[in-house]
Structures are given as structure tokens and as C-alpha cells.
T-cell receptor, first 115, second 113 residues
Framework: AQSVTQLGSHVSVSEGALVLLRCNYS??????LFWYVQYPNQGLQLLLKYTTGATLVKGINGFEAEFKKSETSFHLTKPSAHMSDAAEYFCAVSPPGAGSYQLTFGKGTKLSVIP | DTAVSQTPKYLVTQMGNDKSIKCEQN?????MYWYKQDSKKFLKIMFS???????INETVPNRFSPKSPDKAHLNLHINSLELGDSAVYFC????????????FGPGTRLTVT
């Protein structure tokens, strides 16, 4: 069984500061990994994903994440926070390979950006 | 063009009623999902259909019944609504044989009074 742990249910950063949202997973094999963002009263939007290949993944809106197998982590970063980044962020995992329809989400991290 | 759409966006109803939520995707995907997001923002999968066939059916009361008339539609019917059914319900779709990233609809906020 897979699980996802997001450290910190609420993270506050100043505008222009580094954003770091933490995600650790538990899986018997390296899974597919995703970060989604949810703005207030909206659906989820995919920020980035890791399946295979390069472990540093770049996504939309200046976000990136690095898959570290040894640490079973997939932390999300952005060098400089904008006010528009304030939202709920979800890390998710899926078993790799054909027939892998199951997406397991972490509990989410609410990002606040202080002007 | 909305990729994954849901209707209605808001649904307020009384306990004991029966209601349906509709979902449509125009991405040409072959897999669709229903998720429930509770008041603490926790997302949990309820059902998944691949090519109109049920492939994931999590522990959900049998008052919830999904129906997929075709690959582009997945509706959720709920019988005998209870207070605990109040949540935001998200529909999503993906294409098998790819990296399985899922595209989400805007959600339906169900309030049972």
C-alpha cells in the first residue's frame, strides 16, 4: 500500500522568499509522483509530475520538485514566492506501470504568502 | 473550452433526498474518477471507470452509484442523502497508457441540511 505524508499543514512565507513544501512517500517501488495546486473554490491543477528520467522536474508557475529515491521524497520548491501562489498544495502518488489508476493524495499544505 | 466540467457547481438539499451530479470530459480520455474532499480538504477516491468499466470501487456506501453512459461521461447518483455526505465532489479524467496524470473538474459543493 502506498501513502503520502506532507509535512506541515500550513506554511507561511514572505513575498519573494523561497517556497519549500515537503512530501515523503511510502511505496514498495518508486511510484509516479505529482504535485497539484488548488486555488480557493476551484478544482485541482497539475503543477508537475515525475515518472521516469531526470529527477529534477520543472513545472508551471516557476515551481520545481526533485525526486530523491534514497530519501523517498519529492519536495516542491519555488525560488521566489508571489502573492498569487497562495493556495492549497497536494502531493500525490500512483503505482508505476500499466493499470495504475489509483492516485493517493497527501493531506495538503496550505501556503500563505505575506506581503 | 472546459476540459472537465461538472454540474451543478453547488447543490443544497435535505436529508433523505436523492440527487445526481454530472461530469463530462472533452479530452478524449478513457478513464474517469470521482473523488470526495471533506471539510479538512482531504481527497479520497471513490470510484474509477475505464472504458465504461468500473475498476476502482473504494469503501463507499451503496447509496452512491456511479453511472458511465459513455467514455466522456461519469455521473454520480446519491440516494437517501445524509448529513455526512456534505463535501466537495470532484470528477477527474486520465488516459491509460500514459503517466496517468489526472485532470480535475471544478467540483460540486454538496450541502445536506
Amino acid at each position: 500500500a502506498q501513502s503520502v505524508t506532507q509535512l506541515g499543514s500550513h506554511v507561511s512565507v514572505s513575498e519573494g522568499a523561497l517556497v519549500l513544501l515537503r512530501c515523503n512517500y511510502s511505496s514498495s517501488v518508486p511510484p509516479y509522483l505529482f504535485w497539484y495546486v488548488q486555488y480557493p473554490n476551484q478544482g485541482l491543477q497539475l503543477l508537475l509530475k515525475y515518472t521516469t528520467g531526470a529527477t529534477l522536474v520543472k513545472g508551471i508557475n516557476g515551481f520545481e520538485a526533485e525526486f530523491k529515491k534514497s530519501e523517498t521524497s519529492f519536495h516542491l520548491t519555488k525560488p521566489s514566492a508571489h502573492m498569487s501562489d497562495a493556495a492549497e498544495y497536494f502531493c500525490a502518488v500512483s503505482p508505476p506501470g500499466a493499470g495504475s489508476y489509483q492516485l493517493t493524495f497527501g493531506k495538503g499544505t496550505k501556503l500563505s504568502v505575506i506581503p | 473550452d472546459t476540459a472537465v466540467s461538472q454540474t451543478p457547481k453547488y447543490l443544497v438539499t435535505q436529508m433523505g433526498n436523492d440527487k445526481s451530479i454530472k461530469c463530462e470530459q472533452n479530452l478524449g480520455h478513457d478513464t474517469m474518477y470521482w473523488y470526495k474532499q471533506d471539510s479538512k480538504k482531504f481527497l479520497k477516491i471513490m470510484f474509477s471507470y475505464n472504458n465504461k468499466e468500473l475498476i476502482i470501487n473504494e469503501t463507499v456506501p451503496n447509496r452512491f452509484s456511479p453511472k458511465s453512459p459513455d467514455k466522456a461521461h461519469l455521473n454520480l447518483h446519491i440516494n437517501s442523502l445524509e448529513l455526512g455526505d456534505s463535501a466537495v465532489y470532484f470528477c477527474a479524467s486520465s488516459q491509460s497508457g500514459t503517466s496517468y496524470e489526472q485532470y480535475f473538474g471544478p467540483g460540486t459543493r454538496l450541502t445536506v441540511t
